[in-house]
């Protein structure tokens, strides 16, 4: 086979491993074979290029967590093999996890971490051992285990396990090859549970203080009980409901959760007799336009009338816009907007004085004044909404007692089973590339292509700030990967090996597989949360 590899061809007897072929360093956890991530086992049967996938990459830290959540799973099964693990969410640079079935303890803690140390330090094989759908059934049956039964219930040529000397286990996607990778990573008691913590991106080699976010826990605790509740926290049991025609239910389930949790919103906001002004930041597809109306109908059977400004109408003239490191402008960072202007207009609002609101004209780079006049009445409040909308340095000419902020994402509580979770930041990529194909004309290779440079907005202009959020809301929808996977799918499907977005496509692709479709669309009511994302929304 010729294989590309650090700009040289070499050609590489067929059927031989990627880890046998080349040499690779310690960090090195996977391999990028024609844009597709592999194991270091996978063996070359075809020409093309390779290139190493470190544990610092993006795609390379998911499988140090996804190897470190095995190694986890291997030490609880050899210390208390009756315990019910459940592996539950993410927080800072670390996983939640449970055992449902006993009490968990500081000793049993740190029992579980001696033991991962040795396990690590041992270095063993981890081995993929692929079988037949029905082979996978009668495994399953004979075994009395549910440990990736999921799988059968796919359309999948192949069923497959990893095994770690006498220990089997599935996770989805691409694994380490042995157990020695995991150098940086710790095991602590958490609340009712414990948390395994690793590596951010940015320091790769050491543990970073966990930062505790109690109001996101909170809010995805909320909804992971509320799913507990409803026995609906895996992708099978979501599954089994579809198939069961109680896809109705799940509808008004999850639309009366939002309902519910907007009304208390808008209660709270009621009760607080100083706020003016409704500050709501979150990021990119967590459904703010909707949200925003949703709340502006609560707000008014309190009787109080919203009236929304667009912090977008306050950006500075184009040539004062700051420039990024690559020359070009920076439209997300805050001296990009107009923060004086913007406050002096607030203030002249907040004192009852009439405004002229600009509009900014985004082809010329300056801002236009059409008229539009505005006077705040006493029962009136303003909703702004915007990247910078929790930073206090946006409104830093208003006094707090004055200012309610909101925060809002899809803080996604649905795990694929109990040791597979589903990302909060996945979620969103499959909403944003639905609503910017139906919305925007945009293919799915091109909202890939800018993911990270949205990502990359958010980690430094949102989530530092979500703290400081007077409330949260989860706009996590249960049956939502059910409904967007016929409609991204397809698009997924377009982007080909030729493409470095092969891999995250082909990645999500598996995620949406092994979700039942949902096709009663017209059952999801017109002012759906969802439907910002695929259509027929009465929010524009």
Not at 338 to 366: A, C
Not at 440 to 457: E, P
Not at 512 to 530: A, M, Q, T
Request: aromatic share 12%; net charge negative.
């Amino acid at each position: 086979m010729k294989i590309r590899f650090e700009n040289n061809t070499y050609e590489i007897p067929e059927k031989q491993s990627i880890k046998e072929s080349f040499a690779y360093s310690e960090d090195c956890i996977a391999a990028r074979y024609n844009n597709s991530i592999v194991s270091l086992n996978q063996l070359i049967d075809k020409d093309g290029h390779i290139e190493w996938v470190s544990r610092k990459d993006k795609d390379g830290r998911i499988i140090y967590i996804r190897g470190l959540l095995y190694i986890m799973s291997k030490a609880f099964y050899e210390l208390y093999p009756e315990s019910y693990l459940t592996v539950n969410y993410q927080l800072t640079n670390a996983m939640f996890c449970e055992i449902e079935n006993q009490e968990l303890t500081h000793e049993m803690i740190a029992q579980v971490k001696a033991k991962m140390q040795e396990i690590i330090e041992r270095d063993l094989p981890i081995r993929k051992v692929e079988m037949s759908p029905e082979e996978a059934k009668a495994f399953y049956a004979k075994a009395q285990s549910n440990r990736g039964r999921l799988q059968t219930d796919v359309d999948k040529e192949k069923v497959s396990l990893y095994y770690c000397e006498d220990f089997y286990h599935y996770f989805y996607g691409v694994m380490p090859i042995s157990t020695g990778f995991a150098k940086i990573f710790d095991l602590s008691k958490f609340r009712n549970g414990f948390l395994v913590q690793y590596p951010s991106l940015t320091e790769a080699n050491q543990l970073t203080k966990n930062k505790e976010s109690l109001k996101i826990i909170s809010a995805m605790n909320e909804y992971d009980e509320l799913y507990k509740l409803m026995k609906i926290n895996t992708v099978y049991r979501l599954n089994k409901k579809i198939q069961d025609g109680k896809i109705k239910e799940l509808i008004l389930f999850s639309e009366a959760i939002h309902e519910k949790k907007i009304a208390e919103i808008a209660g709270k906001i009621k009760e607080r007799k100083d706020v003016r002004m409704i500050l709501i930041a979150g990021p990119t597809s967590s459904g703010k336009t909707t949200f925003a109306g949703k709340l502006g109908m609560a707000l008014r059977v309190q009787g109080i009338k919203p009236v929304t400004i667009s912090v977008d109408n306050y950006f500075v003239e184009r040539e004062q816009n700051p420039l990024d490191e690559n020359g070009n402008y920076d439209f997300e960072c805050l001296e990009a907007i107009d923060v004086d202007l913007f406050n002096t207009q607030l203030l002249d609002l907040l004192s009852g004085k009439e405004v002229e609101l600009p509009t900014f004209d985004f082809t010329t780079g300056h801002k236009q004044y059409l008229g539009h006049k505005l006077r705040l009445e006493e029962d009136q409040i303003l909703i702004i909404e915007g990247i910078h909308c929790l930073n206090d340095e946006l409104t830093n000419q208003i006094d707090k007692e004055h200012k309610f902020k909101i925060y809002i994402s899809d803080l996604t509580v649905l795990n694929i089973d109990y040791y597979n979770r589903i990302s909060t930041t996945d979620t969103r990529l499959i909403r944003r590339i639905a609503r910017d194909y139906q919305f925007r004309n945009y293919s799915a290779l091109h909202t890939l292509k800018m993911w990270s440079s949205v990502n990359r907005g958010e980690q430094k202009y949102i989530f530092p700030y979500q703290e400081e959020a007077d409330c949260m809301f989860n706009s996590s929808i249960l049956y939502e990967l059910a409904v967007l996977k016929d409609f991204v799918m397809p698009l997924l499907e377009e982007i080909d090996d030729t493409n470095p977005e092969y891999s995250e496509a082909r990645r999500l692709i598996e995620l949406l597989r092994y979700f039942k479709s949902v096709k009663e669309i017209d059952l999801i009511p017109n002012n759906s949360l969802l439907r910002e994302f695929i259509g027929g929304s009465i929010y524009e």
